[in-house]
């Protein structure tokens, strides 16, 4: 078995694992059966790429999410915190620009 698709057998159970469903469950989501959702995480098969377009789809996992490694999976969660804290300062500093507009204009209040 190769190492990606090791991988995506422990990413499998993880995702699933956060979702708080079971093998069941996630089985009667992507219309598999239960012994299909087992055998993919114990790495003794692979799914279709469209039952891995549903996985995908189901958790909103990225390719990552699904076949990197832990150290991938947390870099890439580190990337999407940087994102994010640039996204809210770029809005607070916009915020910052119009308030001394404002000041500008009319003095202090």
Known sequence: MTYMIHNFA???SRLRKEAGISQTELAE???IGKQSISDYE???SCPTFATLDKIAELFKATPVQL???ST???LEK???KTNE????ARYIMKAVNE???VLERYGDL
């Open 67 to 69: 076949f990197g490694t």
């Open 10 to 12: 422990s990413n499998l």
């Open 99 to 101: 308030f001394e507009k």
């Open 78 to 80: 580190a990337v999407f």
């Open 85 to 88: 804290y640039t996204e809210k």
């Open 72 to 74: 991938d999976i947390e």
């Open 29 to 31: 989501k992507l219309n």
């Open 42 to 44: 114990k790495s003794k």
